[in-house]
């Protein structure tokens, strides 16, 4: 038995599901097997050298009643994010064609609200419907939903719903008090329930184990089915939030966060997202090496900096990378 595959028996999937343990194990690789078998894994399903591109755009700012640790939105933190109330309509399709004409396949739509209303939901529904009328994918985040409210958005033409588990469940409590791990299960449940295609990832660099990391990677693992697209975040630190402070991951550490995702997640869209702007170009590198193939492009997530749409295209020319859709 030669060196490449002595550890595959550590780490393939017990019937069907992942277990932390495995996942541990991977984690655990020489950096260089760990990265070739990640990019295997991605050879298998895509194209080596394409990557999505989505936009995201804050439809509603600010004033959140949730304590999540690292979110400059929360109402109950002093962060400097003015609230902001839901956009109008032009001005949402106004950031969708500017969007679209950069190069962005998907738009995505984000709501600082624990859960939308009814009354929050209508005019969030004539977005969607707007925007799909561009030709651009859909995507929303709108916190928690009800009975029902995942079919309106799908009537609407909703192709994607973003809800993130955040971290694995023993660390949850670490960082938010307001909703608990299985609100979260119970949307995403909603979500699949509407036939709709789940967005779903988390953070990291909030201070949890490796074990935790690989916790995470194991509950979206585990999804079934798993999640069409997986964002990975680094946190960025936002002075006022409780995570201000917390101790930088490693940089390495996060390329072996997305290469495990890609193993683990063999078809879903691994998506580098906030935290890229931190990011030098070649740990950038080394991540579309270790299987991410999406990445949120534009100046701005939410209310966190982004590299720009100039500085994106020269990194992706550099590597000889095309966005999903372009011709060679």
Not at 189 to 218: F, K, N, P, W, Y
Request: hydrophobic share 40%.
């Amino acid at each position: 038995m030669n060196d490449m595959t002595q550890p595959a028996a550590l780490i393939e999937p017990a019937n069907e599901k992942w277990r932390v343990a495995e996942v541990e194990a991977l984690f655990a690789l020489p950096f260089n097997d760990l990265m070739f078998r990640a990019q295997s894994v991605h050879r298998e399903h895509f194209d080596p050298n394409t990557v999505q591109l989505s936009t995201l755009l804050s439809i509603k700012t600010g004033g959140c009643s949730e304590d999540c640790g690292y979110c400059p939105q929360a109402a109950r933190y002093d962060t400097g994010v003015e609230n902001q109330g839901l956009l109008e309509m032009d001005a949402v399709l106004d950031a969708a064609r500017a969007a679209k004409a950069a190069g962005a396949t998907r738009f995505c739509m984000g709501a600082a609200w624990r859960g939308p209303k009814q009354r929050d939901l209508d005019p969030v529904l004539d977005m969607v419907r707007e925007v799909k009328a561009l030709g651009l994918e859909t995507c929303a985040t709108l916190g928690m939903l009800k009975d029902g409210q995942a079919e309106q958005l799908k009537d609407a033409g909703l192709d994607y719903y973003n809800h993130n588990l955040d971290t694995a469940p023993e660390f949850y409590g670490e960082v938010i008090t307001t909703r608990a791990y299985q609100d979260r299960l119970d949307t995403l449940d909603r979500v699949r329930g509407a036939d709709l295609h789940v967005c779903c990832g988390g953070i990291v660099g909030m201070g949890e184990s490796r074990t935790q990391r690989a916790g995470l990677i194991a509950q979206l693992a585990n999804l079934d089915p798993q999640p069409e697209s997986v964002p990975i975040n680094m946190l960025v630190q936002v002075e006022g939030t409780p995570l201000q402070d917390t101790e930088a991951l490693d940089p390495l550490e996060f390329v072996r966060t997305i290469a495990v995702a890609r193993i683990a997640l063999s078809k879903s869209y691994v998506r580098l997202s906030a935290g890229r702007q931190e990011m030098s170009e070649a740990i950038q590198a080394l991540c579309f090496l270790a299987g991410a193939n999406s990445i949120f492009y534009g100046e701005k997530l939410l209310t966190t900096g982004n590299p720009d749409v100039t500085r994106d295209r020269d990194l992706l020319n550099k590597l000889g990378i095309r966005p999903q859709g372009e011709s060679h």
